[in-house]
């Protein structure tokens, strides 16, 4: 991550310049985004028409994947997916080729997951996947700490809803559950110790509906973004505030548009690595291992290097002339403590929040 650190801390010229080019890059990625769900899904779809097995996969045909990242290409998600892409073609003696498509080349989230369920996207990394079961992670305070979080994900809950991707979700398959540091809340102007200050408050939120409600539990008015228009949303006004893990509030520069970082750990989330199913059965079994073993090792690299960098960014930020606020957590939390209660039966069942919680 050293030799990425120059990438981040570039001066206020270079930030402006960076983002006259994301202007013109962004009209040029809408045309090819549009351009690929059309020619890409009538090639890969036909190429994808019910399963294929390895005995019937042409001998030394190359299988080609775009994997989405809407997160920077200087970030720490796009560095390990490189890795993994790196290494699943020296594993594969170079039959599995995986490009890396960051910085929402390929559109935000809804985009991608429309590009994955007709073909022209062939797997991605995100946080919004609109199965609600899913989104349902990122309700306030779900998770106690990460330990909590990965005894669910990894266990018999975390099985259960990648079974239900599989059956559910029109052709894609939830390969693994990624680390994602805890969210905190920034705002251009208002210190927001304690919910009441965030009284009208226009936020960023993803466009899931748990998200929604949380924050109108809070007292903001929450906004529904694609990630990608955020940095102008809140350059412009659009918008006045946003939440993210410390690494984000890095790797976008939200230290420009930014003044103060309200630890309020609300969230503990983690991110989805999902694939169109059909893509990856293209795979023969051995390819299969090789790809999800690789991906293992890379999402323990991804965690590793999130938690030894956290100080790092907390540091970083407080040199750019962030604001660290430690807010009434009691009050938070108590102000989202019923949100739960008109998702989590109704998306995972009777009963299930309550053995989430129950997991130690």
Do not use: C
């Amino acid at each position: 991550m050293e030799q990425q650190m120059p990438n981040i801390l570039h001066s206020s010229a270079a930030g402006a310049g960076r983002r006259l080019a994301a202007l013109a890059g962004a009209a040029r990625r809408g045309f090819i985004r549009n351009a690929a769900l059309a020619l890409g899904g009538v090639l890969v779809l036909s190429a994808y028409s019910g399963a294929v097995s390895a005995q019937t996969k042409p001998a030394g045909k190359v299988i080609e994947y775009k994997f989405a990242e809407i997160q920077p290409a200087q970030g720490i998600y796009a560095k390990f997916e490189q890795k993994f892409a790196n290494l699943v073609a020296e594993r594969t003696a170079g039959a599995v080729k995986v490009t890396v498509f960051a910085g929402g080349a390929l559109g935000g989230e809804k985009d991608v997951l429309e590009g994955m369920r007709v073909g022209s996207v062939q797997m991605g990394l995100l946080g919004l996947t609109l199965m609600p079961y899913l989104d349902a992670i990122w309700g306030p305070y779900v998770f106690r700490d990460n330990d909590h979080a990965k005894k669910v994900l990894q266990g018999e809950i975390g099985q259960s809803w990648k079974d239900r991707v599989l059956k559910e979700s029109g052709g894609l398959r939830l390969l693994d559950y990624v680390y994602f540091g805890p969210r905190e809340l920034t705002t251009k102007a208002t210190p927001a110790r304690t919910p009441a200050q965030l009284k009208g408050l226009k936020i960023r939120v993803m466009e899931a509906p748990i998200y929604l409600a949380t924050w109108k539990a809070l007292g903001a008015s929450p906004v529904p973004m694609a990630w990608p228009e955020v940095f102008t949303g809140l350059q412009q006004g659009t918008i006045d505030a946003q939440e993210n893990p410390y690494e984000l509030i890095v790797s976008n520069s939200l230290f420009e548009v930014q003044k103060y970082v309200i630890a309020t750990d609300h969230v503990r989330p983690f991110r989805f690595l999902l694939m169109n199913d059909a893509a990856f059965n293209l795979m023969s079994k051995e390819q299969q291992k090789i790809f999800t073993d690789t991906w293992q090792e890379i999402g323990k690299e991804i965690e590793s290097e999130y938690v030894s960098k956290e100080q790092v960014y907390i540091d970083l930020l407080k040199s750019k002339g962030m604001i660290f606020i430690r807010p009434d957590l009691k009050a938070y939390r108590a102000a989202t403590q019923n949100v739960w209660k008109d998702f989590m039966p109704k998306v995972w069942g009777p009963g299930v929040y309550e053995k989430v919680q129950a997991v130690h």
